[in-house]
């Protein structure tokens, strides 16, 4: 049974490897810019991971106009991917131009 759903503009698409979701996430969907800074990057994970490593929680707040509950919904997110992902090899993906899943 798949445990990760990608949920990005409604796709309910589901991996059971959360390496293979991030990979589709970081190809399959247009990249977005991110309203704090302005660097553009994969939505999902690394947008994720990109707003709450780079910026504050208020900062994240105020540019998304979000509420606790949506910035603790990324928090856990983040967490737990980073929790049963292997990094290196979505990145060794990635780079290889491959994302094959």
């Not at 445990?3 to 996430?25: K, N, P, T, Y």
């Not at 247009?30 to 800074?37: A, M, P």
């Not at 292997?86 to 993906?93: A, G, L, N, S």
Request: glycine residues 6%; proline residues 1%.
């Amino acid at each position: 049974m798949a445990s990760w759903e990608c949920a990005i503009d409604g796709d309910d698409e589901q991996f059971e490897r959360v390496e293979d979701l991030i990979v589709h996430q970081s190809t399959a969907h247009e990249r977005i810019e991110c309203k704090v800074c302005g660097t553009v990057l994969p939505d999902g994970y690394f947008a994720i991971r990109h707003a709450f490593d780079e910026h504050s929680r208020a900062e994240y707040v105020r540019a998304y106009d979000a509420t606790a509950k949506e910035v603790r919904r990324r928090e856990n997110a983040k967490e737990n991917i980073e929790e049963d992902a292997d990094i290196r090899e979505v990145i060794d993906r990635l780079e290889g131009g491959s994302g094959a899943i």
